[in-house]
C-alpha cells in the first residue's frame, strides 16, 4: 500500500465515523473559499481534488454550478455520494481515484483544500490542479503553514506519528478527545477575552478565535484529523510561491492569504 492509499484509508474512517451532512458551517465553507465566491462557480464546471465525504461539495452545489466532480482515493467516497444524495444533488460524480493521476478535459474551477499538504509529493498535487483547470480557468487551494504552527510542529505532530499507527477508536476517544479538551477551553477564553490586546501573541491565536466558535465535538474532529494520518507537511510561503511560478499559470492572477495565522490560501488563473 502506497503512503498516500494509507493515508487516505486513515482519513476514510474519520469521514466514514461522521454524522450525515457536512461537517463544516456555512461561513466557515465561505470564509474557506475567499476570494471565491457564488458568482466565480454559479454556472461553471467545479472539480475538487481530494473531496472527503463531501463536506465542502454539499455547499458548492449550493452556488449552482453546472457541473460538480469530487475525486478521492479513500473509501469515504461511499459517504461522499450518500451526503451529496441527501443534500439533493445525486447528480455530483464522486469518483475514486488518486487526484495525482486523475486526468480531465478540464474545468473552470479546481479546488483542493486541506489536501496537499498530506500528499507524499505536495508538488505533485498541486501539479494535478493546475493541469486539471481549463486555460482561463480559477483554481484555489488551502495547506497547512510552516508558520505560525510550532506548537502543532513540536507537540502534536510528533504524538501523531504514533497515534496514526493505532486503531482509529483508539486514536480518535484515548487520544484526540483529551487532547482536544485544554485546547476548547484554551481557545473558548481566548474568544471571551479577545479584547485583551496583550493575548494576541498568545499561541495559534487566531486561529483560536475562528475554532472556538465551533462546538466540542468539532476540536475532537479537529484534533482527530490531525492525529490519524500517516504523512503532514507544513508549508512555507516561499514553496508556495515557487508552485505558483508554474508556466501555465497567469502571473498577474494570483494570490497568496495568511489564514488564522497559521495556514495558507492561494489560487489564481490558468493563462
Not at 45 to 52: A, D, I, N, R, T
Not at 126 to 152: K, L, M
Amino acid at each position: 500500500m502506497s503512503l498516500d492509499t494509507a493515508t487516505a484509508e486513515a482519513f476514510a474512517t474519520s469521514w466514514n465515523n461522521l454524522p450525515p451532512g457536512s461537517v463544516y458551517s456555512r461561513p466557515q465553507f465561505e470564509e474557506w473559499f475567499a476570494p471565491l465566491t457564488e458568482e466565480d462557480v454559479n454556472g461553471k464546471s467545479v472539480l475538487e481534488l481530494g473531496c472527503g465525504n463531501g463536506s465542502l461539495l454539499v455547499h458548492v452545489a449550493r452556488w449552482h454550478p453546472t457541473r460538480l466532480v469530487g475525486v478521492d482515493l479513500g473509501a469515504s467516497v461511499s459517504s461522499a455520494q450518500k451526503n451529496m444524495e441527501a443534500a439533493g444533488c445525486p447528480e455530483c460524480e464522486i469518483v475514486k481515484c488518486d487526484l495525482t493521476a486523475f486526468k480531465s478535459g478540464g474545468f473552470d474551477v479546481v479546488y483542493s483544500i486541506g489536501v496537499l499538504h498530506h500528499l507524499k509529493e505536495p508538488a505533485e498535487g498541486f501539479a494535478s490542479v493546475i493541469e486539471n483547470t481549463r486555460p482561463g480557468g480559477q483554481f484555489h487551494c488551502w495547506v497547512y503553514a510552516r508558520e505560525g504552527n510550532a506548537v502543532v510542529r513540536y507537540f502534536v505532530d510528533p504524538i501523531r506519528k504514533i497515534a496514526s499507527r493505532l486503531p482509529w477508536w483508539i486514536t480518535k476517544y484515548l487520544i484526540a478527545t483529551p487532547l482536544a479538551v485544554p485546547f476548547y477551553f484554551y481557545a473558548k477564553l481566548l474568544r471571551a477575552f479577545r479584547g485583551l490586546p496583550f493575548l494576541r501573541k498568545a499561541p495559534l491565536y487566531a486561529y483560536s478565535l475562528w475554532i472556538a466558535q465551533r462546538d466540542f465535538l468539532f476540536f475532537r474532529h479537529v484534533a482527530f484529523d490531525q492525529l490519524v494520518t500517516p504523512q503532514t507537511a507544513y508549508i512555507d510561503r516561499a514553496r508556495v510561491e515557487s508552485w505558483l511560478k508554474h508556466p501555465a499559470i497567469d502571473p498577474e492572477s494570483t494570490y497568496v492569504i495568511f489564514r488564522n495565522g497559521n495556514s495558507w490560501k492561494f489560487g489564481g488563473r490558468v493563462g
